[in-house]
């Protein structure tokens, strides 16, 4: 059993979070401009990019030698139409910069928080999440944290991965926007 610590009580925290229960983990929410004191061992970033930056500031100390999850596609929301990280980088590699003594992982962030609820993609396709990090260590301790859960677990690769995932999940972000897929749809990987 994990400790985990989710910033974030919306669809996606809440999604997140049930995932981790469903696993036999103890869950603990908070909203973003909270300080928390008993940091579990596992972390969730379930906000928006500038409030995951934030969080990343204020609880740094907090913060050190624990596995951190940034889950934000850092869009910019005023016109829906680019990423507002360096091309060069993406939100977890800022985010890992103001955190040089945490484990940074993305996750989440290419699943809608409908198919981490339901467990399926589309019409019965598994729902795999992705995590990039440069500790593989890590992955396997989210995997195993998950296990139970109904959600695969993917290694992506290394925390460079993480601006694909994330072109990757503003893209699917903006085609379920434009209604041309579902929010119950979007994409998937089949092994």
Same mark, same amino acid.
């Given at each position: ?5 989710? #910033? ?8 997140i979070g049930q995932s981790f229960e469903q696993a036999g983990n /103890?869950? =603990?929410? #908070? ?7 008993? /940091?579990? %061992?596992? !972390? ?7 409030a995951a930056l934030e969080i990343a500031k204020e609880q740094r ?6 596995? !951190?999850?940034? /889950?934000?596609? $850092?869009?910019? +929301?005023?016109? #829906?139409? &680019?990423? @507002?990280? $360096? ?6 590699? &800022?985010?890992?910069?103001?955190? $040089?003594?945490t484990t940074v992982v993305k996750g989440f962030n290419t699943n +809608? ?14 729902? !795999? @999440?992705?995590?990039?990090? %440069? %500790? ?5 301790? /989210? *995997?195993?944290?998950? &296990? ?12 460079? *991965?993480? =601006?694909?995932? &994330?072109?990757?999940? #503003? ?15 979007? +994409?998937?990987? +089949?092994?």
């Amino acid at each position: 059993m994990t400790k985990i610590t989710m #910033f974030g009580k919306g669809n996606m925290g809440q999604a997140i979070g049930q995932s981790f229960e469903q696993a036999g983990n /103890i869950v =603990r929410y #908070f909203a973003s401009k909270d300080l928390v004191d008993d /940091i579990g %061992d596992i !972390v969730v970033l379930a906000v928006p990019y500038q409030a995951a930056l934030e969080i990343a500031k204020e609880q740094r100390e907090r913060l050190t030698a624990k596995i !951190v999850i940034d /889950i934000s596609n $850092p869009l910019n +929301f005023e016109t #829906f139409d &680019e990423l @507002v990280v $360096p091309s060069d980088s993406s939100a977890a590699q &800022e985010i890992a910069a103001l955190l $040089p003594d945490t484990t940074v992982v993305k996750g989440f962030n290419t699943n +809608f928080a409908s198919t981490l609820s339901s467990k399926k993609l589309g019409t019965n396709h598994p729902v !795999v @999440v992705q995590l990039a990090t %440069d %500790d593989e260590k890590a992955v396997e301790v /989210i *995997r195993k944290a998950l &296990e139970g859960s109904g959600l695969q677990v993917i290694n992506a690769g290394k925390l460079k *991965r993480a =601006r694909e995932l &994330e072109a990757m999940g #503003f893209l699917q972000m903006t085609l379920a926007a434009s209604e041309q897929i579902s929010w119950n749809g979007g +994409f998937g990987i +089949f092994q």
